[in-house]
């Protein structure tokens, strides 16, 4: 008996009315070009039948994925996908990134019939850090990828080994048979995943040559989540994540399932080599073939905003998203790699994007965690726009010396923001933008002349 069958008579009708309505949401906003629904009908739904999440969920034939963590899930999620989809797989996906509750409820209801059944093989939801516990209170995942935790809006969470804790409860009580595939470099994580009764598999870098210098100034977490004492690194791949062991009660990084030198990178920086470790090694759990996972590795197209390429009036543009210290400390670090290699002695300019909106978060005192000396210290041209762009001119001009060349231009208007930067990008390099997520979205819109959300 299929789980649309095993729903009371009284549930279905709500449910069918809640479909309904969504449905009839998501045409009216769509015909009037408001955006692409991924939110509101969702939360309409919702209100017409409270076991929404519930109810869909239980129809997804082999099963619902969370991917959950501070960066990296949109990524990552993708890849997996298309893996997933190349297999053969119908997959339902919030692909656009609302992961709040209301967002997965949209993205499931988007594939439903009007009664709502649901006919898809899996579920991929990327899940918002802070609402694991209440998304795993109503869906009972097949496989749940914990990527990392990062100090993100420091306005609306609290420490990531406060966000690990509540993780590790709500997984604990989940059926044995769940699949749970953590970050074996992030200290919160590998030591959540070593105290859970599930199936763990962990996912890790095993390249020291990748290690950075020192440890970033936005560092998270170097004490034990055991003991507290302070952990003893052999190295840093990037902020906490790195080889580690603690020299007081002997905790130290798990051992993971797979060895990130048998995978090449996707897209730019090493952020990237995670998103695809992760997403390998789920692949690899939900049976897709070692052929598909390398082609489709060969073969990806970043995501929206995610180390995304556009060609825009014969001039190569990178879109790097940077919405919190280490993720911005990772795109600097990816594009001063780039710069290095330019051999021009005029570099492309760098564009900032600064916004303080719901989506990225109120508090902009981060950008003072970010280390803009790295990049500002190789000279060249810095345009910043955004709602707090002169937050982040001050922030660059703090970050310059008298022995480099700094040239700062402020553009409060986002077009004529990215009209300069393209006008000081050489015919041969590439304009790197660095926004805050809502920044993203517009800058997208400017250069595409199309919005995503």
Known sequence: MGEMAKIQI???LQLALAVLTAKTVTFGVRSLKLGAASVLPGEIARRLQPQLLQLLSRQVKQGVILIAGTNGKTTTSLLLRTMLERQGKRVAHNATGAN?????????LANTNLVGTLDVDYAILEVDENVVPKVLAAIQPKLILCLNLFRDQLDRYGEVDTISQRWGKA???LPPDTIIIPNADDPTLSYMGQQLPQKVLFFGLSEPEQYLEEIPHAVDSIYCPNCGHSLDYEGVYLSHLGDFHCPNCGFHKAPVAINSQEYPQILIGLYNKY????AVLAA????VDETTIRDTISNFQAAFGRAEELNVNGKHVRILLSK???GMNETIRAVNQVRQKTHSSQLAPVLFVLNDRIPDGTD????WDVDTEKLVAQGGTFVVSGDRVYDMALRLRYSHSEDNDLQLIVKEDLREAIATALEHTPQNQTLHILPTYSAMLEVREVLTGRKIL
Request: net charge neutral; aromatic share 4%.
């Open 10 to 12: 009284k549930d279905r």
């Open 100 to 108: 709040l509750e209301n967002g997965l409820m949209s993205a499931l």
């Open 171 to 173: 997984i604990a009580v």
């Open 275 to 278: 998103n695809t470790l992760a």
């Open 284 to 287: 690899q759990q939900l049976g």
């Open 324 to 326: 919190n210290p280490v």
């Open 364 to 367: 902009v005192s981060w950008i």
